[in-house]
């Protein structure tokens, strides 16, 4: 699996979110974007991200996922 579809896939959906993918292969790091998914608890934004992952993990497509959660705020500090 390609960063670009990581991308694409998490963008379609999670609306309202921003997804910057690194990585290759099957290892990644993710970095969401969202005022809605950074305000939820860790656990919750991680189930939200895993529940559209789930099929690629589960066949190997996807090994490793790593995830930062950022406001939009938070986001444009960092930068």
């Excluded at 390609?2 to 309202?16: D, I, M, R």
């Excluded at 919750?44 to 099929?55: F, G, I, S």
Aim: glycine share 8%.
């Amino acid at each position: 699996m390609q960063a670009v579809e990581v991308k694409s896939l998490l963008e379609a959906k999670l609306p309202g979110t921003e997804v910057v993918v690194e990585g290759e292969g099957c290892n990644f790091q993710l970095n969401l974007i969202s005022d809605e998914l950074a305000g939820m608890s860790p656990v919750k934004r991680q189930q939200q991200v895993y529940a559209h992952l789930n099929a690629w993990i589960a066949d190997g497509s996807i090994h490793a996922v790593t995830m930062k959660f950022f406001s939009l705020a938070g986001w444009a500090e960092r930068s």
